[in-house]
């Protein structure tokens, strides 16, 4: 049987077209066409009216008519609802209410409609009306159901959200500018205040869902945090204020300071420019400027140690390349002390958690040897060691010449023509030694004080045989001197060619750093 509520449901609720086809109300059309709003089955609806009594249902519609028209002057729905669209929604619905009623039921249903004087047409503008009321197309969907039909949508979204444009992309982000860290705090003492039991990880949770670009840190939140729980009277929320904006540096003023005091520590520019030592050190980064220690030199040379390094090396490099000096022709000479013990602290490889073996420090005054070596680019002419008790003057040194005179007849051969290159130690540079050189005839090479790295035993064969002898130990002179041989014969020839080939680039270094000491390959 139907009912009341039936005939509303009919009345509201909208057709299909004939050919099952489902339309929406397009308000932008300028003329009447049957467009209906889509309910669930026909079918099943036709069913439900078919099993009814026809009289009955129409009757009952007839009996509510006079309901309806009472209500709709009480109401006084005419005087406010708009005109432009009410119209146009009575005016299809009354141009397709019998097309559908139809279509529905049949022309038979359709004469039992008019038969029963039923009212439907004329009455439909009080009905359509409260269907307006109670489906607008216009409402959120929430709107339509019970009574939370006058609530606005708006109510049912968190404070956190925002409407989205549809014509703009969309975003994860709700947060449209950035908050103020004030502000954060004060969220963070409301949240605080309604649950004192809060978590760091609840408050920082809560806080990145309103405010995602602005959320506070895990460890902040826990900080403040216990700034509420501290019993505090007043936690002041707001920065205090400062005694004004810091201070700029100027990078020129800062380069050309600490270029001038390159002793200076990082602490005293602090100080003399008043401002913090990261700010330096921050400065400096930008400018390039690094803190590194100096490399030892032999000796502070003076003005005229440095003129002589550069007249020296300007004449070699001449005279090599005129072709009037043969490197192949240079014998060269040094002396080193060689020490018995030979340790050295290297980095060892232990398990994680224990400590490498301890490494003994050499003793100071231990005993040792010297060592005189003679060579060519063939190699060592004449090497020997300095016995116990005696030392390397000048009367010594003379003798010693002399021997190398006869080594070198034996391995080079006689006559050959030698050019001596020696340092400047008062032995070398003796009257007797230089007499003794003149006699043997050998040319003499001019070599400037305070310059080992213009001595090819310096900084090529001595420094060879300290790697040699690093970490080797000896018990008495037999040892070391079997070392020292060992080293010779496990050089290969071409090793003694490359400290003389060294020469000439080495006297040029010397000539661009205009006679200072200059970096070592």
Same mark, same amino acid.
């Given at each position: 049987?139907?009912t009341?509520d039936?005939?509303?449901s009919?009345?509201?609720?909208?057709?299909?077209?004939?050919?099952?086809?489902?339309?929406n109300?397009?308000?932008?059309?300028?003329?009447?066409?049957?467009?209906?709003?889509p #309910?669930?089955?026909?079918?099943e609806?036709e069913?439900?009216?078919n099993?009814?009594s026809e009289?009955s249902t129409f009757?009952?519609?007839?009996e509510?008519?006079?309901?309806?028209?009472?209500?709709w002057?009480n109401?006084n729905?005419?005087n406010t609802i708009?005109?432009?669209?009410?119209s146009l929604?009575?005016s299809a619905?009354?141009n397709?209410?019998?097309?559908?009623?139809?279509?529905?039921?049949?022309?038979?249903?359709?004469?039992?409609?008019?038969?029963?004087?039923?009212?439907s047409?004329?009455?439909?503008?009080q009905?359509?009306?409260?269907?307006l009321k109670?489906?607008n197309?216009?409402?959120?969907?929430?709107?339509?159901?019970g009574d939370?039909?006058?609530d606005?949508?708006?109510?049912?979204f968190r404070?956190?959200q925002?409407m989205?444009?549809?014509?703009?992309?969309?975003?994860?982000?709700y947060?449209?500018?950035?908050v103020?860290k004030e502000?954060?705090r004060?969220?963070?003492?409301?949240i605080?205040?309604k649950?004192?039991?809060v978590?760091?990880?609840?408050m920082?949770k809560?806080?990145?869902a309103t405010?995602?670009?602005d959320?506070?840190?895990?460890?902040?939140?826990?900080?403040?945090?216990?700034h509420?729980k501290?019993?505090?009277?007043?936690v002041?929320?707001?920065?205090?204020?400062?005694?004004?904006?810091?201070?700029?540096?100027?990078?020129?003023?800062?380069?050309?300071?600490v270029?001038?005091?390159?002793?200076?520590? #990082?602490?005293?520019f602090?100080?003399h420019?008043?401002c913090?030592?990261?700010t330096?050190?921050?400065h400096?980064?930008?400018?390039?400027?690094?803190?590194?220690f100096g490399r030892?030199i032999?000796?502070?040379?003076?003005?005229a140690?440095?003129?002589?390094r550069?007249? #020296?090396?300007?004449?070699?490099?001449?005279r090599?390349?005129?072709?009037?000096?043969?490197?192949?022709?240079?014998l060269?000479?040094n002396?080193?002390?060689v020490v018995?013990?030979?340790?050295?602290?290297?980095?060892?490889?232990v398990?994680?958690g224990?400590s490498?073996?301890?490494?003994?420090?050499p003793e100071i005054h231990?005993?040792?040897?010297m060592?005189?070596?003679?060579w060519?680019?063939?190699?060592p002419v004449?090497?020997?060691?300095?016995?116990?008790?005696?030392?390397?003057?000048?009367?010594y040194?003379?003798?010693m010449?002399?021997? #190398?005179?006869?080594?070198?007849n034996?391995?080079?051969?006689?006559?050959r023509e030698?050019f001596?290159l020696q340092?400047?130690?008062p032995?070398h540079?003796?009257?007797?030694?230089?007499?003794?050189?003149?006699?043997?005839?050998?040319t003499?090479?001019?070599?400037?004080?305070?310059?080992?790295?213009l001595?090819?035993?310096?900084f090529?064969?001595?420094?060879?045989?300290s790697?040699?002898?690093?970490?080797?130990?000896?018990?008495?002179?037999?040892?070391l001197?079997?070392?020292?041989?060992?080293?010779?014969?496990?050089?290969?020839?071409g090793?003694?060619?490359?400290?003389?080939t060294?020469?000439?680039?080495?006297?040029?270094?010397?000539i661009?750093?205009e006679?200072n000491?200059?970096?070592?390959?």
């Amino acid at each position: 049987m139907s009912t009341k509520d039936d005939k509303y449901s009919f009345i509201e609720q909208s057709f299909t077209a004939s050919e099952n086809q489902y339309y929406n109300l397009n308000l932008n059309h300028g003329k009447k066409c049957p467009i209906l709003i889509p #309910v669930g089955n026909y079918k099943e609806k036709e069913k439900l009216w078919n099993k009814s009594s026809e009289t009955s249902t129409f009757t009952t519609l007839k009996e509510d008519n006079d309901d309806l028209k009472i209500r709709w002057k009480n109401e006084n729905i005419s005087n406010t609802i708009n005109k432009s669209t009410l119209s146009l929604h009575i005016s299809a619905n009354e141009n397709t209410t019998e097309a559908a009623a139809s279509d529905l039921f049949g022309d038979d249903k359709t004469d039992g409609l008019k038969k029963e004087k039923f009212g439907s047409i004329k009455t439909s503008k009080q009905c359509f009306a409260d269907s307006l009321k109670s489906r607008n197309p216009f409402e959120f969907p929430r709107q339509q159901d019970g009574d939370r039909s006058a609530d606005p949508e708006v109510m049912g979204f968190r404070a956190s959200q925002r409407m989205q444009n549809p014509n703009q992309g969309s975003s994860s982000s709700y947060q449209s500018q950035p908050v103020t860290k004030e502000h954060i705090r004060h969220y963070m003492k409301i949240i605080f205040d309604k649950n004192p039991d809060v978590t760091g990880e609840e408050m920082e949770k809560e806080i990145a869902a309103t405010y995602p670009l602005d959320a506070p840190s895990l460890s902040t939140c826990l900080r403040w945090i216990k700034h509420f729980k501290s019993g505090e009277q007043t936690v002041e929320l707001k920065d205090h204020e400062r005694s004004g904006r810091p201070q700029k540096l100027d990078d020129t003023e800062l380069h050309d300071f600490v270029l001038a005091n390159p002793n200076m520590t #990082v602490k005293m520019f602090a100080e003399h420019f008043g401002c913090a030592t990261g700010t330096i050190s921050n400065h400096l980064s930008k400018l390039g400027i690094v803190h590194k220690f100096g490399r030892w030199i032999p000796h502070r040379l003076t003005p005229a140690n440095i003129a002589r390094r550069l007249e #020296v090396s300007t004449d070699l490099l001449n005279r090599n390349n005129q072709g009037e000096l043969n490197l192949d022709n240079i014998l060269t000479t040094n002396e080193k002390w060689v020490v018995y013990d030979n340790v050295i602290r290297r980095r060892q490889w232990v398990e994680r958690g224990s400590s490498a073996p301890p490494t003994p420090r050499p003793e100071i005054h231990q005993k040792k040897l010297m060592l005189c070596l003679f060579w060519d680019t063939e190699g060592p002419v004449h090497f020997e060691f300095v016995p116990d008790g005696h030392t390397v003057d000048k009367y010594y040194y003379r003798r010693m010449l002399d021997r #190398v005179q006869q080594a070198l007849n034996e391995k080079r051969g006689a006559g050959r023509e030698v050019f001596f290159l020696q340092d400047n130690a008062p032995a070398h540079r003796a009257k007797i030694t230089k007499e003794k050189i003149e006699e043997l005839g050998w040319t003499l090479l001019p070599h400037p004080p305070y310059s080992p790295c213009l001595s090819p035993s310096d900084f090529y064969a001595f420094l060879s045989l300290s790697n040699w002898l690093n970490g080797k130990t000896f018990e008495n002179d037999d040892q070391l001197r079997q070392s020292i041989q060992e080293w010779i014969d496990e050089k290969p020839s071409g090793f003694w060619v490359r400290g003389f080939t060294k020469l000439p680039q080495r006297w040029q270094k010397c000539i661009d750093a205009e006679g200072n000491y200059f970096e070592d390959d």
